[in-house]
């Protein structure tokens, strides 16, 4: 059941978020507040930076993060692309669960606009017989 939960049904929300190349799906059920990313447990997430910023949706939002278990899955792109990707899953997911609170997105917006609608920035492509998007060869009879 996606959405609205019916009677004796629990409600469940599957969230996505991109940033770059990575794509994250976060799944959010009714629980104690357990988060997993690919099957490891935020607490003890390896990289602290990421684990910083993949928790900054969950302070925003208060208390409704401790009424729910969230898993997600994160494929492509670096780490901090990955945190990026699942910060934006949370988010959303946790903004569709409290039914789109009004007062959640304002709070969610005036700390990142990006949160919840995107990075729009990608990566330039290289151009023809250069080593990089811009770099060009050197000239020395200027």
């Known amino acids: 059941?996606?959405?609205?939960a019916s009677k004796g049904q629990a409600k469940i929300v599957i969230a996505t978020g991109k940033r770059k190349t990575s794509i994250a799906r976060a799944i959010i059920k009714p629980?104690?507040?357990r988060i997993w990313i690919n099957g490891v447990p935020l607490e003890i997430w390896p990289?602290?930076?990421a684990k910083l910023k993949m928790f900054e949706p969950l302070?925003?939002?208060?208390d409704l993060w401790q009424q729910v278990d969230i898993k997600v899955n994160v494929k492509g792109g670096g780490y901090m692309s990955q945190a990026d990707a699942v910060r934006m899953a949370i988010a959303r997911g946790?903004?569709?669960?409290a039914d789109d609170n009004e007062e959640l997105k304002r709070i969610l917006n005036d700390y990142d606009r990006f949160m919840l609608s995107g990075d729009p920035r990608r990566t330039e492509p290289e151009k023809y017989m250069r080593y990089s998007a811009r770099r060009r060869w050197q000239?020395?009879?200027r």
């Not at 059941?1 to 609205?4: A, E, I, Q, W």
Request: proline share 0%.
């Open 94 to 97: 946790l903004l569709r669960y």
């Open 31 to 33: 629980g104690k507040g």
């Open 59 to 62: 302070v925003l939002v208060g």
């Open 1 to 4: 059941m996606l959405g609205k």
């Open 47 to 49: 990289i602290e930076l």
């Open 139 to 141: 000239k020395s009879y």
